[in-house]
């Protein structure tokens, strides 16, 4: 076993868990997640930190992929006690594996700054929303502020390779827009208690343009 696979099996999930899953964090994932309706998809829904926020009244069925194995019976368990049928797989947001317009909603969280081709795996979110579906996202990422984006990008060649490919450089907004997305934003911030190189937050919803 190389030491990138203990790391991702062993250390990884609890770097992700310690980052994911503050008070902070929650109170944005309150602002999107409860947005979710009918047909759901989850990229990277590793460790389940969103399940607590679905409206289980308005969710009509689960899905969820993510390509850390370890991460994903922690999301498993969190959807039985839900009592949902869920189709959870691992799987990358690069080549999903489900059909064209298959969801009403697809959830994203703090997943787009650690995939390998962005670009792709909104191409991706968008092929399997249904006509007028809705991307939910809160994604971290380029500051707007040129002192912090300074820092992210002295950092990012070493963090990246500690927190699981993660990216501090990647716009959000500005990405999402580009892929064919119209956005209706609902907030951006600094978080309080994170220095500013890792705390510019996005989050809001987009419609498929055109739709
Ligand atoms: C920082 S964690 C966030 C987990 C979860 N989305 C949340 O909000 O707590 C990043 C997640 O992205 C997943 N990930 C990394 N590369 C991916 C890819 N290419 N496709 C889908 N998920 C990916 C990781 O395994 C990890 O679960």
């Not at 939910?136 to 990008?153: I, N, S, Y």
């Not at 500005?174 to 119209?182: H, M, S, V």
């Not at 907030?187 to 190189?197: E, H, I, L, N």
């Amino acid at each position: 076993m190389g030491l990138g696979t203990w790391y991702d099996r062993v250390i990884l999930p609890k770097v992700i868990s310690l980052g994911c899953s503050s008070e902070d964090v929650d109170e944005l994932r309150r602002e999107v997640v409860p947005l979710a309706k009918g047909a759901v998809f989850e990229l990277g829904c590793g460790g389940g930190f969103n399940q607590q926020h679905y409206d289980a009244a308005a969710v009509t069925s689960f899905a969820g992929i993510d390509p850390n194995a370890s991460l994903l019976e922690a999301v498993r368990a969190r959807a039985r006690e839900k009592g949902w049928e869920a189709d959870i797989r691992e799987g990358v947001g690069e080549a999903i594996p489900f059909g064209d317009g298959a969801f009403d909603t697809v959830v994203c969280t703090y997943t787009l700054c650690s995939v390998d081709d962005p670009a792709k795996v909104l191409s991706e979110m968008r092929r399997v929303l249904k006509p007028g579906g809705r991307l939910l996202f809160l994604e971290h990422g380029k500051a707007p502020d040129p002192g912090p984006a300074k820092w992210q990008r002295r950092i990012e060649p070493v963090w990246k390779h500690m927190v699981g490919n993660c990216h501090l450089t990647r716009e959000v907004g500005g990405t999402i827009r580009k892929a064919g997305f119209e956005i209706e934003p609902i907030g951006q911030t600094y978080f309080d208690k994170a220095p500013k190189w890792a705390g510019w937050m996005e989050w809001g919803v987009a419609r498929r343009a055109g739709v």
